[in-house]
């Protein structure tokens, strides 16, 4: 009987919103962060007359934001296995310095540099999850530890000076996709775009045959059309202003890679056995443990591979900025910490997504570069992004502490609390519903 109650609830409404952004609190709660992305770009759209979405402009925030969001992308699984990395700039600045100097002093051909920075990276996270994971060592301590070591690494290498690097590795940090064609446009740009509307498209096409094929109940077609309609649409139209932006401009190679590892890196903590580990260990590491689940290894991966995207990082910086100084990597850790809270990570573990701390590095990306465009001094954008930083933090602990994990967790709790006020009563069924989905929900995640 409680069965046939269940298949009798109400669809439809805000329950088929919910749908388009995965249904789950933490999806809803991303939700709420690109609502804020959203209203903030608008906001300063307006404000500077345009300027914001303007093709320049847009470029310039995936050429200065990048090596910050692909920090993102590591700190967030720290962060999640309920560990944390402050020696991200450091590294990057070390790495770099290295990088430079060996194509400097020892000729070392670019693409041979990069691979050598990409192993520096390993070997310095290789050092520190030895410490964290096998000696026991918080990694509060050994990345505080490490951020002094490296930052010191970089000015005993480079002697507090900056080391210039060749215009053929500048690419990597400073170069666009290469134009052809006889449009007004980067050709390559919109094929691009079209690529990726079209994998929108097909990826929630292969959902729906999915789980029609496994018998699961699927969303109405309404919202797949909508949800779809949305993605591409935002896509083709980012893909059109980065196309017709000034002469020898598109898409910048930065912002490819960025986007190469946004879906390697969600694809990775989403649909492998390792990336369901590092959520497991950070939602409760003895319950993970004792579910044969390997801890150590878990810290161990999440370290090294924070310092390899690090030191891709520092590469990508030093490329834009065409040298490698000692001053490079100052504060990055903050900005890729803050991302991560501000993209719905909890500050206890076990709670994130790449693509969230992507949209939260967006969120300080844009409200720094909007109070730059109108002209506010670096004094009052500090104050602003260390209240936003403190807010998105404060609301996630007071969620928590109430059991309501969003604003739309509750909104949901009482549409569904009226629902079943207007079903009738089985008194057969002998089944009690449950007063708080969303509270037993997040008590359980945590």
């Given at each position: ?19 388009m952004f995965g249904g789950g609190q933490s999806n809803l709660r991303q939700f709420g962060i690109l609502g804020s992305l959203i209203v903030i770009i608008l ?404």
């Amino acid at each position: 009987m409680s069965t046939e109650t269940s298949s009798t609830k109400k669809s439809g409404g805000f329950a088929d919103i919910k749908k388009m952004f995965g249904g789950g609190q933490s999806n809803l709660r991303q939700f709420g962060i690109l609502g804020s992305l959203i209203v903030i770009i608008l906001l300063f759209q307006v404000l500077t007359n345009g300027l914001t979405l303007s093709p320049t402009n847009l470029i310039n925030v995936v050429n200065q934001y990048s090596y910050i969001l692909i920090l993102a992308i590591g700190m967030v699984m720290v962060i999640i296995a309920g560990h944390i990395d402050l020696s991200v700039g450091s590294v990057a600045a070390f790495t770099g310095i290295v990088v430079a100097k060996a194509m400097a002093d020892w000729n070392l051909p670019w693409p041979l540099a990069i691979v050598l920075g990409i192993a520096v990276g390993a070997a310095i996270g290789a050092w520190q999850g030895f410490w964290v994971a096998y000696i026991g060592v918080p990694a509060f301590i050994v990345t505080l530890a490490g951020m002094l070591i490296f930052r010191g690494g970089n000015q005993f290498i480079g002697q507090s000076t900056s080391v210039a690097v060749p215009s053929e590795f500048t690419y990597i940090g400073a170069g666009y996709i290469p134009d052809f064609g006889p449009f007004p446009f980067s050709t390559g740009t919109m094929i691009l775009g079209i690529l990726g509307a079209a994998w929108i498209v097909y990826n929630e096409w292969h959902i729906r045959r999915v789980q029609k094929k496994m018998g699961s109940t699927s969303s109405p077609v309404w919202v797949s059309v909508v949800k779809v309609v949305l993605l591409a649409g935002v896509i083709l139209a980012a893909a059109w202003l980065f196309a017709t932006g000034r002469v020898g401009t598109s898409f910048p190679i930065s912002g490819i890679i960025l986007v190469a590892l946004v879906i390697l890196y969600s694809f990775i903590t989403r649909s492998t056995i390792g990336g369901r580990h590092i959520y497991a260990v950070g939602g409760n590491r003895l319950a993970a443990t004792l579910s044969g689940v390997k801890d150590r290894r878990v810290d161990f991966f999440v370290m090294m591979n924070m310092s390899v995207l690090a030191s891709l990082a520092g590469m990508i910086y030093v490329a834009r900025a065409t040298a490698s100084g000692p001053q490079d990597g100052n504060g990055w850790e903050l900005d890729a910490i803050a991302s991560v809270f501000i993209g719905g990570a909890a500050v206890s573990g076990g709670i994130g997504t790449v693509i969230g701390s992507i949209v939260g590095g967006l969120v300080m990306a844009f409200l720094n570069n909007g109070l730059q465009l109108i002209g506010a001094g670096a004094d009052l954008v500090q104050i602003i992004k260390g209240l936003v930083l403190l807010i998105a933090v404060g609301v996630d602990v007071w969620s928590k502490r109430q059991g309501r994990p969003s604003i739309f967790g509750i909104w949901s709790q009482r549409r569904k609390a009226r629902a079943a006020a207007d079903e009738p009563v089985l008194e057969s069924s002998g089944t009690v519903l449950p007063t708080n989905d969303n509270a037993s929900a997040e008590s359980l995640r945590s």
